[in-house]
């Protein structure tokens, strides 16, 4: 409780041959106790083989938050306010 993992593609594998995760970061939950499957594309033009034991993804270990949220009337101003994609300068 109080963690998750992170299935990601592996870099060499995406820049390489075009294979990488179709739902990336994949979450695994605290709770689940099953096997971990993997939905892999190849975005590349030629058929790639994988042979057991590849390493064809990574797993990464992460702390969860639970926050408590407060239901407001209002929210207070900020200088991006509703500003949404590419309004911070960026």
């Given at each position: 409780s109080g963690y998750e993992g992170q299935i990601r593609p592996r870099s060499g594998l995406a820049i390489k041959h075009g294979i990488t995760l179709?739902?990336?970061?994949?979450?695994?939950?605290?709770?689940?106790?099953?096997e971990v499957k993997i939905i892999m594309i190849n975005l590349g033009d030629v058929p790639f083989e994988i042979a057991d034991g590849d390493r064809i993804a990574q797993m990464l270990i992460s702390k969860v938050e639970q926050p408590n949220f407060q239901i407001v009337s209002d929210l207070s101003e900020t200088p991006r306010n509703t500003g949404g994609f590419g309004s911070s300068g960026i």
């Amino acid at each position: 409780s109080g963690y998750e993992g992170q299935i990601r593609p592996r870099s060499g594998l995406a820049i390489k041959h075009g294979i990488t995760l179709v739902n990336t970061p994949g979450t695994i939950d605290a709770d689940y106790r099953g096997e971990v499957k993997i939905i892999m594309i190849n975005l590349g033009d030629v058929p790639f083989e994988i042979a057991d034991g590849d390493r064809i993804a990574q797993m990464l270990i992460s702390k969860v938050e639970q926050p408590n949220f407060q239901i407001v009337s209002d929210l207070s101003e900020t200088p991006r306010n509703t500003g949404g994609f590419g309004s911070s300068g960026i």
